[in-house]
């Protein structure tokens, strides 16, 4: 079975410029997530989608980050304009939904972006 | 407001040491969940373990055991006879449970840069 999938696994831009990540979580993962990690920091969540739908987008920035996930399948979170401080590794999860609460997080590889 | 605390920023050990790194985690809740990850140099996180608050029962699993004492909100894992592939950056993480038994997003510690020479 294939894990979690992050697409491209480096982006550098330019400050004001615009950057979209991509995540394909494990087939069949109603959970997926967004977290993000700058340098020397903590891993920080960002947002939790249940399918399609936004559960919790309580970790996100401010307004200059986007995430979707259409049909409830694979997920994109944009970045416009990027600032310098954007830089980081940027971590997507899957996880199922079922019994027993909380299930463990399957993470992907990460998108390290750095904006110049 | 959730937080886990990772004291120990880096350990270094010599191999076929044991080495036990700390967790102290601060939650209001009574129904929470507790993980540890594994980040090895290639930088994928790697899923090591789930613990509820509800078992207190200590973990083996190998030469990985857990350490769960909700006295003192800790959550300390122990490797026996590190070997030197143990080498990773190692995080401690929380959620709370959702009302209706859904998920969450993981609080996580800072992590600590295990280094095992040979």
């Known amino acids: 079975e294939a894990g979690v999938t992050q697409f491209p696994s480096h982006s550098v831009i330019e400050k004001g410029q615009t950057v979209t990540l991509r995540c394909d979580p494990i087939?069949?993962?109603?959970?997926l997530y967004w977290y993000r990690r700058v340098m020397g920091k903590e891993i920080k969540f960002l947002l939790h989608?249940?399918?399609?739908?936004?559960?919790?987008e309580s970790g996100m920035p401010n307004n200059r980050f986007l995430a979707e996930r259409t049909g409830g399948t694979y997920s994109t979170l944009k970045v416009q304009p990027a600032e310098l401080e954007d830089s980081g590794v940027y971590f997507c999860?899957?996880?199922?939904?079922?019994?027993?609460?909380?299930?463990?997080?399957?993470f992907g590889p990460g998108t390290r972006l750095t904006v110049l | 407001a959730q937080k886990v605390t990772q004291a120990q920023t880096e350990i270094s050990v010599v191999e076929k040491e044991d080495v036990t790194l700390d967790c102290v985690y601060e939650?209001?809740?009574?129904?929470?969940?507790l993980f540890w990850y594994k980040q090895p140099p290639s930088g994928e996180l790697v899923f090591l373990i789930r613990?509820?608050?509800?078992?207190?029962q200590n973990e083996i699993s190998g030469r990985y055991s857990w350490n769960f004492q909700k006295s003192t909100s800790s959550f300390n894992f122990t490797i026996t006879a590190s070997q030197v592939v143990d080498s990773a950056v190692y995080f401690c993480?929380?959620?709370?449970?959702?009302?209706?038994?859904?998920?969450?997003?993981?609080?996580f510690g800072k992590g600590t840069h295990l280094i095992i020479q040979p």
């Open positions: 993480a929380l959620s709370e449970a959702r009302s209706g038994g859904g998920a969450d997003g993981l609080t």
């Open positions: 939650t209001r809740d009574t129904t929470y969940y």
């Open positions: 087939s069949g993962h109603d959970n």
């Open positions: 989608f249940v399918k399609e739908s936004k559960q919790d």
């Open positions: 999860a899957s996880s199922p939904i079922g019994l027993g609460g909380q299930r463990e997080q399957f």
């Open positions: 613990r509820n608050s509800f078992d207190e």
